[in-house]
């Protein structure tokens, strides 16, 4: 079975403090995607990064950066420096490849308040 | 290129009227899928279509019907509605790298 846990369920920091937003999976596929999700106050939906599970070499995106540990089954996401924008609720998600995204298992994410 | 759209916004429903929530997309994905978030519940899958004319349930398709007649469109049809089903729903298409893009959601209130 896939399981993907997000355990913080809210994280307060204060603006330009650093914060990673921790996502641990399970799963027996042995190809996977690992996605992370942003969902600002306005309610929609934004694609992040998909990183393959054959990859485990760490992104950076300008502030954003993720933290791909097979041995550790967990896929982190660290905001550098946060600002009041990166407010929002955060979802890890975890997909079989070549599944066309239909089986993809959200987290139950993470809500992120930077107050200025 | 607009991506995923989805009308209406905001719908309000009384229990028993039926309704159809659009969804489009532009990018010529063969996946789209329905999903709605909940407080608590995370985004769980309604029903998902892997082309034009196939169409397959997913975790909580009750209450609800879906067709794909063209790649662009995936309508999701609430044949008479409950006030379980006050959620908020959101369409996405995605192509084989499983990459999901959303639609900006409906925000619907059954009473």
């Known amino acids: 079975a896939q399981k993907v846990t997000q355990a913080q369920t809210e994280i307060s920091v204060v603006e330009k403090e650093d914060v990673t937003l921790d996502c641990v999976y399970e799963?027996?596929?042995?190809?996977?995607?690992l996605f992370w999700y942003k969902q600002p106050p306005s309610g929609e939906l934004v694609f992040l990064i998909r990183?393959?599970?054959?990859?485990?070499q760490n992104e950076i995106s300008g502030r954003y950066s993720w933290n791909f540990q097979k041995s550790t089954s967990s896929f982190n996401f660290t905001i550098t420096a946060s600002q009041v924008v990166d407010s929002a609720v955060y979802f890890c998600?975890?997909?079989?490849?070549?599944?066309?995204?239909?089986?993809?298992?959200f987290g139950a994410g993470t809500r992120l308040f930077v107050k200025a | 290129n607009a991506g995923v759209t989805q009308t209406p916004k905001f719908q309000v429903l009384k229990t028993g009227q039926s309704m159809t929530l659009q969804c489009a997309q532009d990018?010529?994905?063969?996946?789209m899928s329905w999903y709605r978030q909940d407080p608590g519940m995370g985004l769980r899958l309604i029903h998902y279509?892997?082309?034009?004319?196939?169409?397959d349930q997913g975790e909580v398709p009750n209450g609800y019907n879906v067709s794909r007649s063209t790649t662009e469109d995936f309508p999701l049809r609430l044949l008479s509605a409950a006030p379980s089903q006050t959620s908020v729903y959101f369409c996405?298409?995605?192509?084989?790298?499983?990459?999901?893009?959303f639609g900006p959601g409906t925000r619907l209130t059954v009473l």
């Open positions: 990018m010529n994905h063969e996946y």
């Open positions: 799963t027996r596929d042995t190809t996977y995607y």
């Open positions: 996405a298409s995605s192509d084989r790298s499983d990459t999901q893009y």
């Open positions: 279509s892997v082309g034009a004319g196939i169409t």
């Open positions: 990183r393959n599970s054959f990859d485990e």
């Open positions: 998600a975890l997909s079989p490849t070549y599944t066309g995204g239909f089986k993809t298992i």
